[in-house]
């Protein structure tokens, strides 16, 4: 599927999924199978049972509900993941991000704005330029390369590395 710059939305639907969407707002709903979304425009994703791979740029982009891997790239906008059952990597430039319940590890490289990250079962590791960085109750091991970041560990319940240059750090409960 393919579309601009009207909205698009898909739901109740399996098999594979490539879409497209320009200057639109995309709503994905309980969908089976892998899915492939290119967008520039707002996205929410519900419910899928598969791999979900998004690009999206200067737009808020939601996902939740995922049984399978997720891999996000964002330019300038926003990202809200939570309850994620396989592996998350994320490349965000210039985005906010907000991370909650992984039930596997997050791969994150981050710039210039906030990154919160909650509840994730397993490792996580972040490349970050110039981001502010709050992890909060992690079941793994955190590696952290870190350049002018401000960073705030808390409830890691795995090993603790990082490599910084100019960060501010500041950890409680490491264990």
Excluded: M, W
């Excluded at 599927?1 to 399996?14: A, M, N």
């Excluded at 969407?21 to 892998?34: E, F, I, P, W």
């Excluded at 906008?77 to 430039?93: F, H, L």
Aim: hydrophobic letters at 35%; charged letters at 25%; a negative charge.
């Amino acid at each position: 599927l393919s579309t601009t710059p009207r909205g698009l939305e898909v739901r109740d639907c399996s098999g594979k999924f490539k879409i497209s969407t320009r200057y639109a707002d995309s709503r994905l709903t309980n969908l089976t199978g892998n899915l492939d979304l290119d967008a520039r425009g707002k996205v929410s994703i519900d419910t899928v049972k598969g791999n979900v791979t998004v690009t999206n740029e200067y737009a808020p982009l939601e996902i939740f509900n995922v049984d399978g891997e997720l891999n996000v790239s964002s330019t300038e906008g926003n990202i809200r993941v939570e309850r994620v059952s396989k592996q998350v990597t994320i490349d965000s430039r210039g985005t906010e991000v907000i991370i909650d319940n992984l039930q596997a590890g997050l791969k994150i490289n981050a710039s210039h704005i906030d990154v919160d990250i909650s509840n994730v079962s397993s490792a996580v590791s972040i490349e970050s330029r110039f981001a502010g960085l709050s992890l909060k109750n992690i079941g793994g091991n955190v590696d952290i390369q870190s350049n002018s970041d401000r960073i705030d560990a808390e409830d890691v319940r795995g090993g603790f590395r990082l490599k910084g240059r100019a960060s501010e750090v500041q950890v409680t409960r490491i264990s």
